[in-house]
């Protein structure tokens, strides 16, 4: 909990630097080239490129700045875009003790299943989560731990509704992550079968005779074509039918997908003006073909796509290139990406519209950029929580929103997360906080600060913020001592410098 002293301070900090616009990041106010981090003679790295890092990464780690200083944004991107071929043996490392991550679905449920019929998720969940984070705090291939989380976006699944709790396991290591960079098609058809979610969206529920449209309607209106993309409740009600029999095992091979052919509505089927003839699996085969290539489908990714990584409104003429992309390409998701990256971000990278940091991103670019070492376990997943962004808990399926207006409240527990990493206040996790000030090169209140804002935002604060920030620990009761050198961290974590990317 927050002392009202240590309040008192955070809020004077934060206050004292209202004077860098709460909607813009620090580094666009200032310009010119981003210091260094150390008195090192490293390269600076230029002001567009450090705000391109912001949408490419969880947060750029120093040696992740060094590296586009030494080989430029463009050469990065490309590196990035060709993640098996960048070593990332440490994170290997960290993942070697994470067993649930390679067990089937059968193994899993069993992890879970206590005695007298007791279930108890978190023997899965825990772990789970904790992988998730270590993976984006952690894992050098920063590119495609971002296009995985949007894709457990866009196609989410809830960990709170049924077997999902096991399941979800199963859906991220064989639908999401081998799929990331690869075919939409391909993505589109491994989650159709994927047994996580067919029971997220009671597909596993869908017979003749009584069906079930809850997955047809979200793999139309979610996944694929959008509310706007000219399906009617009648295509629903027809690919639902077409679905009758995608089904997820019990028994022995519990949590596998198996299509039924006893369960399946065997009629001819019209969805899209698509005349489809009884098929058996065939049939929603061709349908989600036809979806995974439609001109609607190809302008929904590519604007999700422009949003998360450009702006909240995305502009229409670099959506429309990435749309033609995708449809000339067959939906091949690097090739949209790399056209929203060189055609989209690059050129814009100076100008970028701020963007509020989710409750993941906040945490972990903090944890990234303060060189925090982790287990990513409970203290941090509870800090998510109370966010409002658990991994794989948001209860709908359309997935966390990737907009700054759903974010900006809740900020109390984003105060109350700094304040408790900068203390070193959080089992599990660990600053090297004396390191970090020997790294300012003084114990001054302004050189532990001017370190500090090189650190976390990326650049010197201009001359009078720094002087109202210090004017402001001092009334607060700071003095110039190690100790003032958490609440320096945290205020800067907390202000809106850093929550803006």
Not at 10 to 25: D, I, K, M, R, W
Not at 356 to 363: D, M, S
Not at 406 to 417: M, S
């Amino acid at each position: 909990m927050l002392s009202r002293r240590d309040f008192l301070k955070l809020a004077g900090l934060v206050a004292a630097g209202a004077t860098l616009s709460a909607c813009q990041p620090l580094y666009a106010q200032i310009g010119g080239p981003v210091e260094t981090l150390s008195s090192s003679p490293l390269s600076p790295l230029p002001l567009p490129h450090y705000a391109a890092l912001n949408r490419l990464t969880f947060g750029p780690r120093w040696s992740e700045r060094q590296r586009v200083a030494d080989i430029g944004l463009a050469a990065w991107i490309e590196e990035q875009l060709a993640p098996g071929a960048i070593d990332d043996g440490p994170l290997d490392w960290r993942m070697r003790d994470f067993d649930i991550l390679q067990l089937d679905a059968a193994t899993l449920a069993e992890l879970g299943n206590l005695l007298f019929d007791n279930i108890q998720p978190e023997n899965v969940l825990q772990p789970f989560r904790q992988a998730t984070l270590l993976r984006q705090v952690y894992s050098r291939r920063q590119l495609y731990e971002v296009m995985v989380e949007f894709w457990s976006d866009h196609f989410n699944i809830s960990v709170d509704k049924g077997d999902c709790w096991y399941l979800k396991v199963v859906d991220d290591r064989e639908v999401i992550r081998p799929h990331a960079l690869g075919k939409f098609r391909d993505l589109l058809m491994a989650s159709a079968r994927s047994p996580a979610m067919l029971v997220y969206l009671d597909n596993q529920a869908n017979r003749a005779g009584a069906p079930n449209e809850n997955y047809a309607r979200e793999v139309m209106e979610l996944h694929t074509l959008g509310v706007d993309g000219g399906y009617t409740q009648r295509d629903v009600m027809e690919l639902a039918r077409c679905l009758t029999g995608w089904t997820v095992r019990d028994g022995i091979r519990r949590g596998t997908f198996t299509f039924d052919p006893a369960i399946h509505d065997p009629g001819s089927k019209t969805v899209l003006g698509m005349r489809i003839p009884p098929g058996g699996m065939e049939e929603a085969e061709s349908v989600l073909d036809m979806l995974a290539t439609h001109p609607a489908t190809a302008q929904r990714i590519a604007t999700k796509l422009a949003r998360r990584f450009i702006a909240d409104d995305p502009p229409r003429a670099l959506v429309a290139r990435a749309a033609d992309v995708f449809l000339q390409t067959g939906g091949d998701i690097q090739a949209v990406l790399r056209t929203i990256l060189f055609d989209g971000l690059l050129p814009a990278a100076a100008s970028l519209p701020p963007k509020f940091k989710r409750p993941v991103n906040f945490l972990v670019s903090a944890l990234r950029s303060l060189n925090a070492e982790t287990d990513g376990g409970a203290p941090l997943q509870q800090a998510l929580s109370r966010m409002g962004q658990a991994y794989y808990a948001w209860p709908t399926p359309d997935g966390p929103p990737d907009t700054t207006s759903e974010w900006q409240g809740n900020l109390l527990y984003r105060w109350k997360f700094a304040l408790a990493l900068a203390r070193n206040e959080l089992k599990g996790t660990k600053l090297d906080m004396e390191g970090l000030i020997e790294a300012s090169g003084g114990r001054q209140l302004e050189e532990v600060l001017a370190w500090a804002s090189r650190l976390l935002i990326g650049a010197r604060l201009p001359d009078g913020v720094r002087a109202n920030l210090v004017a402001a620990l001092r009334a607060a009761g700071a003095s110039d001592t190690p100790e003032a050198a958490p609440v320096i961290v945290a205020g800067l974590i907390a202000s809106p410098a850093f929550q803006w990317r």
